[in-house]
């Protein structure tokens, strides 16, 4: 049996960022306290001690409002300070095992703004997907440090849909309404923004020629959820057009889920079995599910090794094997050594 496992599959690039962030804040808070309570990192540690180094966050940090050793904070306000509680805002990845392991490390998730509003101290890491921008402004108002780990991908898109409609534009959305990175979306809006969860959904749109002249525009912004599928996109745009919508299209689907959707299609061509490997609610393994499934009936979702349901029986020769952006190395090559070695 050949196994041909894609290049592209496993964490990309946001995801790996953001769970590094979580890793090192939450190793970093773990360790002794780098300093006595109230003075700066360091400082005040012996000359001897490897401890007496100051510990530096290099990605964006906001201390916010912390009263004590106001002088120091001004000098360089991304020093840490004492040992504080990591939080992150939902979980950091769509993958149980990486949520374990960072729970064992101490990290908390947050579910909802309301146990936000409840936090007295800690640092709140915002995960890849981003948040609405009045989650900000709650940690900020609480005291709490932000650490941001927004992907820029996600960035970007946010802020488009903030300008645009600040201007007055009309924005749609490609992506599920549900989902916690078009959530965080629609939360820097100045005006509307309509979501479009499918080509069906777009079908359903009034036609442009329907609209108030005046007071409804033809002209619309259509944006992309990062991990929309790229297919159902070019579908959507050759929907609204016929509808009589001019369509200003900006392509917002990342580019590491193109390549992966991409090349799970072409890998799914030619593989008797697709393994598909990620969490049950991420939405990316979802589309590269249904990517694969088209090509390749005999495909598996699976979030580990155990869900497997290989009969070593079956009639087959290849096996296509490819991963989730939130499915971390150690699950993937699990699953890799598990089908190697058993069929
Ligand atoms: S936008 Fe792309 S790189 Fe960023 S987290 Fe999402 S899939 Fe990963």
């Not at 510990?55 to 201390?63: A, D, G, V």
């Not at 915002?126 to 992907?151: F, M, N, S, W």
């Not at 300008?163 to 959530?183: M, N, W």
Request: one cysteine or more.
């Amino acid at each position: 049996m050949k196994v041909e496992l894609a290049k592209t599959a496993g964490f990309c690039f946001g995801v790996q960022r953001a769970v590094d962030m979580v890793l090192r804040i939450a190793e970093e808070e773990a360790a002794e306290p780098l300093k006595e309570p109230n003075c700066p990192a360091g400082y005040s540690q012996s000359q001897n001690s490897e401890r007496s180094k100051p510990t530096l966050i290099k990605e964006p940090i906001f201390p916010a409002g912390s009263p004590s050793c106001q002088n120091s904070e001004q000098q360089n306000p991304t020093l840490l300070k004492e040992r504080r509680t990591v939080y992150t805002f939902g979980p950091v990845v769509h993958n149980e095992s990486v949520i374990r392991k960072l729970s064992e490390k101490g990290v908390k998730v947050i579910g909802s703004e309301e146990e936000l509003d409840s936090l007295r101290e800690g640092i709140v890491v915002i995960r890849a997907h981003g948040v609405p921008e009045r989650v900000y402004q709650k940690i900020r108002d609480r005291g709490l440090v932000l650490l941001d780990a927004t992907c820029p991908f996600v960035q970007k898109i946010q802020r488009i849909v903030r300008e645009r409609t600040g201007r007055g534009e009309k924005v749609f959305l490609a992506g599920s309404v549900s989902h916690p990175e078009v959530q965080g979306i629609i939360g820097w809006a100045r005006g509307d923004v309509t979501v479009i969860s499918d080509p069906e959904n777009a079908k359903s749109l009034p036609d442009a020629g329907d609209l108030v002249p005046g007071e409804q525009s033809r002209d619309v912004v259509l944006l992309a959820q990062t991990t929309f599928n790229a297919d159902n996109f070019k579908q959507i745009i050759a929907i609204l057009e016929k509808k009589g919508y001019h369509v200003h299209v900006i392509n917002t689907i990342c580019s590491a889920t193109l390549e992966r959707q991409a090349e799970a299609e072409i890998l799914a061509g030619r593989s008797d079995a697709m393994l598909v490997i990620g969490g049950s609610s991420s939405s990316n393994t979802k589309k590269l599910f249904e990517i694969c499934k088209a090509k390749c009936q005999n495909t598996q979702l699976i979030q580990t090794v155990k869900d497997l349901k290989f009969n070593s029986d079956e009639a087959i020769r290849n096996v296509g094997i490819t991963a989730g952006a939130s499915t971390p190395k150690e699950i993937i090559e699990e699953v890799l050594t598990y089908v190697r070695t058993k069929f």
